[in-house]
């Protein structure tokens, strides 16, 4: 079960997103449930009380509020949902690319380009529940790969910053095996969740909740390649 909100102040694009949508689960044997939205206001209201979303298709010119505040705003929260940007401009990919925006897609939306795009956050989603398991001080801890930031070696020792921190014995090309492909690794020190960065200086890669990792030299080509490749 998928569920997909979609938010467009004009009700015959909301309309023919959730036609193309319904056919998309035909298609592919799955379910969904739909909800409509005419401004980033009301999903925002919406969502604070119900966040059990898994795709937005956000048009990105509304009124007051325009779908790339929007997003800012959950990604501000740590949300995972995953956002699909509907625009008749090119002039907000680079805003996308800080929000970690799936796709954009330009109107008129094409339903095959739309059916593509829905297959990728479907992936995406059962990615999201890869977890890595740690042995901590006899217990086993589930630490889902979507909420690690960065891991980081101290000495000996190996620190996974998610949503709190876990420090085990272990080397980082170990712990490397377990992840995916959305971490690339940054020297002998770091491994970077490219999901969450957020910009990328010659110096360091800043990522959205302010973590700053130090660039090796040599990497900052690299890492740019690395977050194109996978996004």
């Not at 949902?81 to 625009?87: C, D, G, N």
């Not at 491994?191 to 700053?212: I, K, W």
């Amino acid at each position: 079960m998928y569920r997909i909100a979609i938010c467009d102040d004009d009700p015959a694009a909301r309309q023919m997103l959730e036609s193309l949508a319904a056919r998309w689960a035909g298609e592919r044997g799955v379910q969904i449930q739909t909800k409509q939205f005419d401004s980033a206001e009301k999903f925002l209201f919406h969502y604070a009380e119900d966040k059990q979303y898994d795709i937005l298709l956000l048009d990105v010119e509304m009124g007051q509020m325009d779908g790339v505040a929007l997003a800012k705003q959950l990604r501000k929260g740590g949300d995972k949902v995953q956002i699909v940007f509907i625009t008749g401009y090119s002039d907000y990919i680079a805003e996308g690319y800080e929000v970690s925006a799936l796709h954009y897609l330009m109107k008129p939306v094409r339903e095959e380009k739309l059916l593509e795009v829905l297959d990728r956050a479907a992936e995406r989603l059962k990615v999201a529940e890869r977890a890595l398991f740690l042995k901590l001080e006899g217990e086993m801890v589930r630490v889902p790969l979507a909420e690690i930031r960065y891991l980081e070696v101290q000495q000996n020792y190996v620190t996974i910053h998610a949503g709190q921190d876990y420090t085990v014995k272990n080397t980082l090309s170990k712990l490397a095996a377990e992840l995916d492909e959305r971490f690339f690794q940054l020297g002998r020190s770091y491994l970077v969740n490219l999901s969450c960065v957020q910009r990328v200086t010659r110096q360091e890669a800043l990522l959205r909740t302010g973590d700053r990792i130090p660039l090796p030299r040599g990497y900052y080509d690299k890492l740019n390649r690395a977050i194109i490749q996978r996004f």
